[in-house]
């Protein structure tokens, strides 16, 4: 158990000693701000989080600014960047061997002890950096509350991040960051990790021609007419290749926990695309994949509230269920406003946190985390699950060949795999299929998933 020493107790300072030591470190703690309660608690380790050491009282020292007792926005705050590197300890040996022992072509556990580490809020104490402050700035998505101008989406990209105008890499830096942390406070990070393949698919068109109506169809048929050999052996056949059972059944037949997110939305327009809702194939994929995966809501772009609450009624009525994880189509995602329209739809948790216009980890952490609503000032239950790419980022944003790819998701992989956090990435029933232009990438797709399956 750990006693942590506070000039003043705040929920932001609240809510980053639960992320780090609940759930991540797994480990008790007391917040205080009596010195004399700090003073008379022999039986705990003791951490000072306070703008002054006090030598007398013993323990560990973070030095506090004074960044998590505010309560406001400030729109132009940015923090200062430090690196740090680590230190080779025995602990460290250990753990670096136990992840190779599981993982030995690792390409990052010598990188570990030599790369320069990330991280903001430089300080004096037994660290270089204020933990607690970069865990809140990182997971609070400060600035997103902040001016930025986004894409033509206004969706908030990694070119325009604090973190690209520094040049870090986005990876899960607050994940080493709290295994440095860790170490440092003796705990065996053997005991904490814990490496999960979290794959999730989105479902924006459910099928590649079978579901319109005869004047979409004769519209599409005149636009594409390059498909329409296909289009009229499908028509035939009713076989169509972006099925459920050609896509994600044939690819995730030996995976659980896949997450399944289904655009219900019944406007055809530029952002919304899917199928007839009353097509029964439509209806019976949605029922197969409910019973053998996890379904969530994929919000329409470009509405809101009125329209997201029509389709998750939909949703729930066809399933039989209700509805808690949601993924925002288009990934379009502004703070606080769309989580707390998800909040007041009863939806328990997110997973559209990641970068449209890059590969790796929006929050820096590959582990999901609970939501600070800045503007309220408040934590929630409220669960956000970070991705670490997207099909479609890789392909038309980024421009990747396959082979391209296969390195960056790898290095990736290797970045959780020592963090024991969440391999957790987006494909869609389209990119799945080999009839599409995504027939080329069928073996990156099917390496990734079963390199997450190891
Ligand atoms: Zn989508």
Same mark, same amino acid.
């Given at each position: 158990m750990f006693i942590i020493l506070t000039d003043k107790?705040?929920?932001?300072?609240?809510?980053?000693?639960?992320?780090?030591?609940?759930h991540r470190l797994k480990k008790t703690y007391i917040l205080t701000d009596d010195i004399s309660q700090f003073q008379d608690n022999s039986s705990n380790v003791k951490i000072?989080?306070?703008?002054?050491?006090?030598?007398?009282?013993?323990?560990?020292? $973070?030095?506090?600014?004074?960044?998590?007792?505010?309560?406001?926005?400030?729109?132009?705050?940015?923090?200062?960047?430090? +690196?740090?590197?680590i230190e080779k300890?025995?602990?460290?040996?250990?753990? $670096?061997?136990? =992840?190779?022992?599981?993982?030995?072509?690792?390409?990052?556990?010598?990188?570990?002890?030599t790369t320069k580490h990330s991280a903001y809020f430089p300080c004096n104490g037994f660290m270089p950096f204020d933990i607690f402050s970069l865990v809140f700035?990182?997971?609070?998505?400060?600035?997103?509350?902040q001016n930025y101008k986004g894409d033509k989406l206004g969706r908030f990209i990694y070119s325009q991040s604090l973190d690209a105008k520094n040049g870090i890499e986005p990876i899960p830096y607050i994940d080493i960051a709290i295994i440095y942390f860790a170490n440092l406070l003796n705990i065996d990070l053997r005991e904490i990790w814990r490496l999960k393949h979290s794959p999730t698919v989105d479902i924006d068109i459910a099928y590649k021609f079978l579901g319109r109506n005869i =004047?979409? +169809?004769?519209?599409?048929?005149?636009?594409?007419?390059?498909?329409?050999?296909?289009?009229?052996?499908?028509?035939?056949?009713?076989?169509?290749?972006?099925?459920?059972n050609n896509t994600v059944a044939q690819k995730f037949k030996f995976v659980e926990n896949l997450h399944v997110f289904w655009l219900c939305s019944e406007k055809t327009n530029t952002f919304n695309k899917q199928?007839?809702?009353?097509?029964?194939?439509?209806?019976?994929?949605?029922?197969?994949?409910?019973?053998?995966?996890?379904?969530?809501?994929?919000?329409?772009?470009? +509405?809101?509230?009125?329209?997201?609450?029509?389709?998750?009624?939909?949703?729930?009525?066809?399933?039989?269920?209700?509805?808690?994880?949601?993924?925002?189509?288009f990934l379009i995602l502004n703070l606080p406003?769309?989580?707390?329209?998800?909040?007041?739809?009863?939806?328990?948790?997110?997973?559209?946190?990641?970068?449209?216009?890059?590969?790796?980890?929006?929050?820096?952490?590959?582990?999901?985390?609970?939501?600070?609503?800045?503007?309220?000032?408040?934590p929630t239950p409220f669960l956000i699950n970070p991705f670490c790419f997207m099909d479609v980022t890789l392909k038309n944003y980024l421009k990747f060949t396959s082979e391209q790819s296969l390195k960056s998701i790898n290095n990736l992989y290797d970045w959780i795999s020592i963090c024991g956090g969440v391999f957790c990435y987006i494909l869609h029933n389209e990119s799945l299929s080999s009839d599409s232009e995504w027939k080329d990438w069928q073996n990156l797709f099917e390496n990734t998933i079963n390199r997450g399956q190891n």
């Open positions: 107790v705040s929920h932001r300072l609240k809510y980053a000693l639960e992320e780090i030591f609940v000072q989080y306070t703008s002054i050491y006090q030598s007398d009282l013993g323990g560990y020292w $973070i030095q506090n600014n004074g960044f998590l007792y505010e309560t406001e926005i400030h729109l132009e705050f940015k923090p200062a960047f430090v +690196t740090y590197t300890n025995d602990a460290f040996t250990d753990y $670096i061997n136990f =992840i190779l022992n599981k993982f030995p072509s690792n390409q990052f556990t010598d990188a570990f002890f700035w990182k997971l609070s998505r400060y600035e997103e509350y =004047i979409r +169809t004769i519209f599409s048929t005149l636009k594409y007419p390059k498909f329409l050999k296909s289009r009229i052996k499908t028509f035939f056949t009713r076989n169509d290749p972006y099925s459920w199928v007839k809702l009353d097509y029964k194939n439509l209806l019976k994929d949605i029922k197969t994949s409910n019973q053998n995966f996890s379904v969530g809501l994929h919000p329409s772009a470009n +509405t809101g509230f009125t329209e997201w609450e029509k389709e998750k009624n939909w949703l729930e009525n066809i399933t039989g269920q209700k509805i808690y994880s949601s993924r925002q189509h406003e769309t989580y707390q329209s998800l909040i007041s739809l009863e939806l328990r948790e997110d997973w559209s946190m990641g970068y449209s216009d890059n590969i790796g980890f929006r929050a820096a952490t590959s582990f999901s985390f609970r939501w600070f609503d800045l503007k309220k000032d408040i």
